[in-house]
């Protein structure tokens, strides 16, 4: 089954906020759109105490390893909620998302 993927406006920002902006989108674009679309449950889990946080996967963005796609799946659908670098404050990002 083919999932509907949608992405929140922060996470669009997120990949425009990228150095890398224009190769990092297209690699974004077919993580998402291919990907995350065909095999949503690809990604990991992302570990968490915090409850809003718990059903929330990531997935890296093809040759670019360090930026993760941080998303949820709910039914036919794949949110994706962020897009960050890897080496960034992960927990302190995502805690004080309104996710």
Request: net charge positive; aromatic share 6%; charged share 35%.
């Amino acid at each position: 089954m083919r999932c509907r993927v949608s992405q929140r406006r922060r996470a669009r920002q997120d990949i425009l906020d990228a150095k890398a902006a224009a190769a990092l989108y297209g690699a974004d674009e077919r993580v998402i759109t291919t990907t995350l679309a065909e095999m949503p449950d690809l990604g990991r889990p992302y570990r968490s105490t915090e409850a809003g946080l718990q059903d929330v996967r990531m997935v890296s963005v093809g040759r670019f390893r360090s930026y993760l796609v941080f998303y949820r799946r709910r039914n036919d659908e794949v949110e994706v909620l962020r897009v960050l670098h890897g080496a960034r404050d992960l927990r302190s990002i995502l805690s004080a998302e309104e996710i």
